[in-house]
């Protein structure tokens, strides 16, 4: 039988150190580049398709074509999982994955986006 | 000295220092220090120095909810007997002179049985809650009350042999008296920080709290305000109990015990917090460093290592006791 | 409190502090001994595999990664080498080094969560707050290179979806020494302190043998001397290319798993070091091809695929329609091997080991719960039901709660137990 407390020197040490923690809304960390964020929309290159909503497994972007050719995109944060599937099922890079992770709001509404354009 | 004087100062005794409302604010202040260095040594950053006031004022306007199957009457007094035992206790410690607030011939053993108060409380508070969880943390309570307190007696003995005293206040002039026997009283000094570990319930031996096993054990059917009682009990212990072991082992308020007059006031009090902070420091790395053990683990490291170590303390005591007094070369 | 059997029987869940996730054990206990035990898993049924028959391949990547927080990997790793098989997919090297790394770094990760869920179970907490700091390490290298600290995303139908670039991988090397660091430390001190080892030897101990009759996979088996490892026994991804050893160890308690489990931590490291040196150059993806011209190949068959997860063996199995759904998937997870011996293990031991004895399998409860089967032989003797029965079950059963009196929820003073307990039949 040993004596407990194998820890002893590490803890002690650890008071000297910075604390790990950090203090969130003051020190904001830039993500890194590849991060996945809300989804940024361009109406411009986009061909109305539809391959992102037929690839979105969250069903959180609808495409729709009326009869006078309009597009509308539509997007729902909320429902939205941050794949990045769509990014990349985009043939025309129409879609691509933002930086905003700060996405929490107490109006609904807010968390739907719609684009509507003529094609 | 009149009577209305002396009813006066042994109320101001009672109501502000060493009583109540220090005992109080230390207790929640000790509670701050221990949970904020706990975080330091596990690289957190620990609650901000009013967290504990809040959490006690947050839990005293909580509903506090008696079961259908708990045995009210006793339910409900619980809390208080515990409180009222580690408040009493305090008033025979010595703080800031080696004369504690009341004192008499055998004193010791009233301060060992008043901390054992809380852990009695918590045995009918939690056998007559009518929780499962409650009743096993319960018998483990008391399992480990046996445990800790034959070793905690003897290491407090050790001390009142060496005085010949049974007086917290006799035994604290002693050892201001005789520094060195702060030496001789370590291994009893050690024994006596397990065994107020094991007391308080914190780490490693916190068998009848388990958070991951019990889900707080005894306490688990409390809410509001007399879960508030009980956390205060634990904190005042926490005072009380660091401050018995300054008084026993460290020699309470020397030296700065023998200064007079206000300045000595004073530093005995600055030496006092300095004496039980340190003791609350060692117990909070101890709490820190170690996991758990099992209720079987705890009784036997007590019962298999403490005790003899405890009582070979008491005969080294008398050795030295007779070698001071050259009885034996 | 029912005496029927011998000692008190005490239920720990679905809702407990030690269960980070819902599952039942009833505990016969004699004083701290249990004498008894049985389980109830499922409390978490997400109908997952049903779920996924509705869904293109491409969007059940994304919704089978979601199975599992920590091994989150794992899973979309097995589903997308099922579905290579499937369409007979070559995937280049590049591709299988980048599945090997980030399955090696989600190892560590797992390893790490689960030193400091063990470390928590025990009463040691100072050990949980140190390893889930270190943990950080591996969290910030994944996000760094996936884009995200949990659901990777990475993979995709013949590859994966994002490269490796070489400032990547000198960060990978850089925050590999750093770690390499730290898991020296507690190989160093773990199993050497003794009050862990007072909590953890000869505890919750899983005989070889028992362990191979129950089949128990991952580090469990691995602990008791059974050296299961789909990497060595059937490589995928680049392991066939890669070295490393096998970490087991016979003593079959929960210090063993520890000390397995360090110890695989160690060997991710060596691994992932080799990965970051030595990846060769080349595609990303099989095939040049859009996702949806490779769903349209899909041809009818089934394939089963097997992943060595953090846990254990993972098992995918996927049968396919010529549609570009699958018609059936069944994933068997690692948990679910190794519930058996928890049951066995946790007779004879105390109750206070009952959290430790449960961690000590790293459990992921709801990614086990696949099927509900009441095997308690309450309803008529049956060991399992059709699903005529499980009906007619299920109307009887509101049919009595039915009948139960509500107590009153106007006026009066409440008390914690107002009918919640002691009416119902």
Request: with cysteine; charged share 20%.
């Amino acid at each position: 039988m040993s004596i407990p407390g194998k820890l002893i020197p590490e803890a002690l040490k650890t008071l000297g150190k910075d604390r790990a923690t950090v203090s969130y809304p003051k020190n904001k960390r830039t993500m890194p580049d590849r991060f996945r964020g809300a989804v940024e929309f361009e109406p411009e290159p986009c061909t109305g398709c539809g391959m992102c909503e037929r690839h979105c497994a969250a069903d959180a972007i609808t495409v729709e074509t009326d009869a006078d050719g309009n597009v509308t995109w539509s997007y729902d944060v909320a429902k939205c999982m941050f794949c990045g599937q769509c990014e990349e099922s985009c043939p025309t890079d129409a879609i691509v994955m933002g930086q905003k992770f700060e996405l929490a709001d107490s109006e609904k509404p807010s968390f739907e986006e719609s684009y509507t354009f003529d094609r | 000295m009149s009577l209305e004087l002396d009813l006066a100062t042994g109320l101001l005794y009672l109501l502000v220092f060493p009583g109540f409302a220090f005992l109080f604010a230390y207790g929640l202040t000790a509670e701050f220090l221990d949970r904020k260095l706990y975080a330091r040594l596990q690289n957190r950053v620990g609650p901000p120095p009013l967290q504990p006031l809040a959490d006690f004022l947050k839990l005293l306007s909580k509903e506090s909810v008696v079961p259908d199957n708990a045995t009210a009457r006793i339910y409900n007094a619980a809390p208080l007997t515990g409180l009222a035992g580690v408040f009493t206790a305090m008033l025979y410690i010595p703080v800031w002179t080696e004369q504690a607030a009341f004192a008499f011939e055998g004193d010791l053993v009233v301060v060992l049985f008043l901390l054992s108060l809380p852990s009695f409380s918590l045995f009918f508070g939690g056998w007559y809650s009518g929780n499962v969880f409650s009743r096993i943390g319960t018998t483990r309570t008391i399992t480990q009350l046996f445990g800790y307190e034959i070793p905690f007696f003897l290491a407090a003995f050790a001390p009142a042999v060496a005085a010949g005293s049974l007086s917290t206040s006799e035994i604290t002039a002693f050892i201001g008296a005789n520094p060195w026997y702060v030496l001789v009283l370590l291994p009893a000094f050690a024994i006596a920080l397990l065994s107020l570990q094991a007391k308080l319930e914190r780490i490693p031996f916190d068998i009848p709290e388990a958070e991951t096993e019990l889900a707080t054990g005894t306490l688990v059917e409390y809410s509001g305000r007399k879960l508030a009682l009980f956390r205060l009990t634990k904190d005042v212990e926490l005072v009380v109990g660091a401050a018995l072991l300054s008084a026993l082992f460290l020699g309470g308020p020397y030296p700065a015990g023998s200064i007079e007059g206000f300045a000595g006031v004073a530093a005995g009090v600055v030496v006092f917090l300095v004496k039980t902070l340190a003791v609350i420091a060692l117990l909070t790395v101890l709490k820190a460093v170690v996991a758990r053990l099992r209720i079987e683990q705890m009784v036997s490291v007590f019962y298999r290592v403490l005790v003899p170590v405890a009582l070979s303390q008491i005969a080294v005591v008398l050795l030295v006791g007779l070698y001071t007094e050259g009885l034996i070369p | 409190m029912s005496e029927q059997k011998a000692g008190t029987e005490i239920p720990v869940g679905p809702q407990h502090p030690s269960l980070k996730e819902p599952a039942n054990f009833t505990l016969n206990v004699d004083g701290e001994v249990i004498t008894g035990a049985e389980m109830k898993l499922s409390y978490n049924h997400r109908g997952i595999e049903q779920a996924v028959l509705g869904n293109s391949y491409i969007e059940n990547i994304y919704l089978l990664e979601r199975i599992c927080g920590i091994c989150s990997h794992a899973h979309t790793s097995a589903f997308t080498q099922g579905v290579e098989e499937l369409l007979d997919l070559d995937v280049p090297p590049r591709a299988r080094y980048i599945r090997t790394l980030i399955g090696e770094l989600e190892r560590i990760h797992s390893h790490m969560l689960w030193l400091g869920v063990a470390g928590h179970e025990i009463g040691f907490d100072t050990l949980w707050q140190y390893a889930w700091r270190d943990r950080e390490i591996v969290m910030d290298l994944l996000e760094e290179i996936t884009g995200n600290r949990v659901h990777y995303s990475i993979n995709t139908i013949g590859g994966v979806r994002e490269d490796l670039t070489d400032d990547q991988r000198e960060t990978i090397l850089a925050g590999m020494d750093d770690l390499q660091e730290r898991i020296d430390f507690y190989q160093e001190t773990v199993p050497n302190e003794q009050t862990v080892r007072m909590r953890c030897e000869n505890v919750g101990v899983v005989p070889k043998d028992l362990a191979r009759e129950y089949c128990a996979v991952g580090a469990v088996g691995r602990a008791s001397g059974v050296p299961t490892d789909v990497r060595k026994d059937a490589p995928y991804a680049a392991y066939d290319d890669v070295d490393f050893d096998v970490i087991t160890d016979d003593r079959g308690d929960l210090l063993a798993r520890t000390v397995v489990r360090i110890g695989e931590i160690a060997q991710a490291i060596r691994i992932i070091r080799q990965v970051a040196e030595r990846i060769p150059e080349g595609d990303l993806k099989a095939s040049a091809k859009p996702p949806q011209a490779l769903l349209a190949q899909v041809p009818e068959d089934d394939a089963v695929s097997r992943y060595e997860a953090p846990r254990g063996e993972l098992i995918h199995y996927i049968r396919s329609d010529g549609t570009d759904t699958p018609a059936r998937v069944h994933i068997r997870v690692p948990t679910l091997a190794n519930w058996p011996t928890v049951v066995e293990s946790l007779k004879g031991s105390y109750i206070a080991d009952t959290p430790i004895v449960v961690a000590g399998i790293d459990p992921c409860i709801s990614c086990t719960s696949r099927i509900g089967v009441e095997t308690d032989g309450s309803h008529g003797g049956e060991n399992a039901f059709d699903l005529d029965e499980l009906r007619e079950y299920g109307i009887d059963w509101y049919d009595e709660r039915g009948n139960v009196e509500r107590p009153s929820t106007a006026g009066e003073g409440r008390t914690a137990t107002d009918g919640t307990e002691g009416e119902r039949p």
